[in-house]
């Protein structure tokens, strides 16, 4: 995971402050901001683009 991405996720966490599990990231392949983050079953959290189907974590 490029390190650019932790900033973002972090920075973004902070202006959203949202309890919705849509947050406004930016998709890594797209660009878009069109991302869902999504739970996965260990636990863990996972993102997917709502526009190209791009997923990361
Ligand atoms: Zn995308």
Redesign the pocket.
Known sequence: MPASILVEVGHLHEAASTRDTTVRLI?P????VH?AQVLGDNGGVSYV?T????SWS
């Open positions: 998709c392949s797209c660009g878009s991302v683009c526009a190209c189907g791009h």
